[in-house]
């Protein structure tokens, strides 16, 4: 989820997307951009987790550890069921952006890069999640609307840690939603 702000809601971004399971092993299952007030009290819960993890390294410190660096923050994290860190620096050679705009790109609120069946490679939207028809922009659109070649970033990523407790909660799917 995310707000609708323009940073995000950018036919670079949704192009980059869909090399992202080739490049990184990442599958984004979908992205709903969410109306202007809305977003706010979604997105809390995920700024939740994140208070989680900051009373976390209290409790660490309360304990008689300290944290002065972030290994300190790992080392108090590395307890939290299912959860990896892992610290990205972006590659910021690429300036300028370089895919012309999908036409009705700020109509489309609900977005899907599919990495297998017949879809493969597109990249579907509509203007409501579940409801409407798709949208699907094809490999061949897509690089018509690149003015160069999309690139891989070179990201410097450190080493990510390992949950030493599973993940049990399972990610809830409606269904027939289907492309």
């Known amino acids: 989820m995310s707000d ?20 990184y092993q990442i599958e984004v299952r979908d992205w ?3 109306e202007p007030g809305e977003a706010k009290s979604t997105i809390d819960s995920h700024h939740a987790a994140i208070s989680i993890l900051l009373l976390i390294a209290v409790r660490y410190v309360r304990i008689g550890y300290d944290v002065r660096e972030g290994k300190d923050i790992v080392e108090a994290a590395k307890h939290l ?10 590659d910021r050679d690429q300036l300028g ?14 977005w899907k890069w599919p990495v297998s069946g017949e879809m493969i490679g597109y990249i579907c939207a509509r ?6 028809p798709w949208n699907n922009f094809s ?4 690089a018509k609307l ?3 070649p999309i690139v891989r970033p070179h990201p410097k990523i450190s080493e990510q ?19």
């Open 146 to 148: 690149c003015t160069k």
């Open 127 to 132: 203007s409501l999640p579940h409801f409407g």
């Open 97 to 110: 952006s370089n895919v012309k705009t999908i036409k009705g790109i700020s109509n489309l609120f609900y």
């Open 32 to 34: 709903q951009f969410l």
């Open 4 to 23: 609708n702000g323009a940073h995000y809601h950018s036919s670079e971004l949704m192009a980059i997307i869909a090399h992202w399971n080739e490049w």
């Open 81 to 90: 069921s299912g959860t990896s860190l892992a610290n990205l620096e972006p």
């Open 161 to 179: 840690t390992e949950p030493e407790s599973a993940w049990t909660i399972p990610i809830p799917t409606l269904p027939g939603d289907q492309l």
């Open 139 to 142: 490999p061949s659109t897509i």
